[in-house]
């Protein structure tokens, strides 16, 4: 069964204290892997999508890689206005949906 | 539209009241996504279109859920005699194409039902 596991659940830093947030899938025949960032009160925003091992894309302070079986979205020197909840999804196999893991909340304190 | 706009964004229903939710998708979009998102977890699949056809509906938790896209365009997911669990944001999204594309999601319609 197709499967997305996020990991931790939350998480709090300190301005300026890096850390990554994890994303573990399982699927048959990796479609893409998607990065979304959700706001209380907001839909997802789309961050990135990775679609093969060795993969790096950038934005800002965020950077994303991917693995086999996950992907590590890295956060260095993260600010207060870093703080939301961090979504990972991937396309099933054989059907239209994407499933999505339960998400990462991430918390910076100044 | 520059993107995904759903309305209302608020709703407040009655137990056992009817509801209604309005998707406009993205300008040209194909696909559009029907999504449940419960306070903490991640969203939940609900319905997929591809045009005007609704080509999986497996999300859909009981037969009081119904969606349609009669144009190809604006969607509607329809709640008939809602119940307390129903409570959830409902969330839009669509992408450009049908395979594994991007896909950009609305504000969501937050529904409580009392």
């Known amino acids: 069964e197709d499967q997305v596991t996020q990991s931790p659940e939350a998480l709090r830093l300190q301005e300026g204290e890096s850390s990554s947030l994890n994303c573990s899938y399982t699927?048959?025949?990796?479609?893409?892997l998607f990065w979304y960032r959700q706001d209380p009160g907001k839909g997802p925003e789309f961050l990135f999508t990775?679609?093969?091992a060795g993969e790096e894309k950038e934005k800002e302070r965020l950077k994303a890689t991917l693995t086999k079986k996950e992907s590590f979205l890295h956060i260095t020197a993260p600010k207060p206005e870093d703080s939301a909840t961090y979504l990972c999804?991937?396309?099933?196999?054989?059907?239209?949906?994407?499933?999505f893991g339960t998400g990462t909340r991430l918390k910076v304190l100044a | 539209g520059a993107g995904v706009s759903q309305s209302p964004r608020y709703k407040v229903a009655k137990r056992g009241q009817d509801v209604a939710l309005r998707c406009d998708p993205i300008?040209?979009?194909?696909?559009l996504f029907w999504y449940q998102q419960a306070l903490g977890q991640g969203p939940e699949f609900l319905t997929y279109?591809?045009?005007?056809?609704?080509?999986?509906k497996s999300g859909l938790p009981s037969d009081r859920f119904f969606a349609e896209r009669p144009e190809g365009s604006v969607s509607t997911l329809k709640i008939q005699r809602t119940q307390q669990e129903d409570s959830a944001v409902y969330l839009c999204?669509?992408?450009?194409?049908?395979?594994?594309?991007?896909?950009?999601f609305g504000e969501g319609s937050w529904l409580t039902v009392v």
């Open positions: 999204a669509s992408s450009t194409g049908t395979g594994s594309n991007t896909i950009y």
């Open positions: 699927v048959s025949g990796l479609r893409g």
């Open positions: 990775l679609y093969s």
């Open positions: 999804a991937v396309p099933t196999s054989g059907t239209y949906k994407y499933i």
């Open positions: 300008s040209g979009h194909v696909s």
């Open positions: 279109f591809q045009n005007e056809a609704q080509l999986d």
